[in-house]
């Protein structure tokens, strides 16, 4: 974070409009390269999650499947919390 | 194996600069004694011809050429002033339909035959005309601005490049706003490189310039220094050629109290 950022935080400023652009970016990116879009991701996170939970107990209400991208490689990331039995 | 540099000028977007970039780099390029070519794969709307002021000498196209009606010499047009430059069309506005990845190989091999330099202005869009001007391309040169459509194209050219194994693909980023950027309301130069994962070649200003040369025909590097454009194309064909040339900073632009401001309230804090 930036003193910019921080102080554009306490007076409830808008953030800069570059900031937004380059996290659009990132998104729209990630789907393009994988050339999956939201709809896809989403039914395939619910196979995931069945697929897994046959497995181990997953806390439904953390999960969180995304794709990420960094120099031009796009990871699925799925990251499912599993429930203490204990 | 030809020596000569065969090198596509693309974006994806439309109009952020593609013929403007091939014209002023193909003035230095010959300028620093280069032979090249510019060729015009974007013939179905051409422009090349009048930001380099040559639309009243184009007879022959690389179509006559193919056909053999005409020589290769005569389907040139050299520049006056520049004469180690010359301008090919590939095609006549007129049809639309006979350019073929081939035909375009064909041609191709042609100049490099003559030439140290063929550059290639792309046809926007990443349909049949992009693929048919990237068929003989070595290496590509990607021109974006910092903007998300023009930065979101510029990812799916680049990917069609990768699987053509054209390489090196280097940015260009062009109509750069540095008041803009640094008041964080522009991407900066950071994040399209960092986003694109390209080297950058260089960065053209915004530059009411450009708009003057294209006015009279004159590209801004026919004349010496100058426009803050006319420096950066210059300096991109420079690098293009080896040089070790330093990108110029954007903010660097931007000196005194409030410029230091600026940079205080983008200091890192946690
Ligand atoms: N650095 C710049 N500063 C100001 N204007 C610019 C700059 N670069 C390009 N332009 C202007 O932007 C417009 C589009 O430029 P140009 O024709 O080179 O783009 P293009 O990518 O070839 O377009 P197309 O996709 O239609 O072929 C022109 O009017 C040109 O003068
Ligand atoms: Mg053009």
Known sequence: MTLQDLIDKVLGRQTASADTARQRLQLVLAHDRSDLNPELLEQMRKEILEVVSRYVEIDLSETDVSLETEDRVTA????LPIRRTL | MSTTRTILICSGKGGVGKTTTTANLGISLARSGASTVVLDADF?????DLLLGLENRIVYTAQEVLAETCRLEQALVKHKQEPNLSLLPAGNPRMLEWLTPKDMQAIVALLEERFDYVLIDCPAGIEDGFKNAAAAAREALVITTPEVAAVRDADRVIGLLNTQGISPVQL???????????SQEMLSVDDVTDILALPLLGLVFEDEQVIVSTNRGEP???????SPAARAYSNIAGRLQGEDIPLMDPAKLRRGLRAKMRELMQTKIF
Do not use: E, I, Q
Request: proline residues 4%.
């Open chain 2, 44 to 48: 179905g709307l051409r422009n090349l």
């Open chain 2, 172 to 182: 260009v980023l062009n109509r750069v706003r540095p008041k803009m950027m640094s």
């Open chain 2, 220 to 226: 801004l590097t026919l004349s010496d220094g100058g």
């Open chain 1, 76 to 79: 699925l990331v799925a990251n």
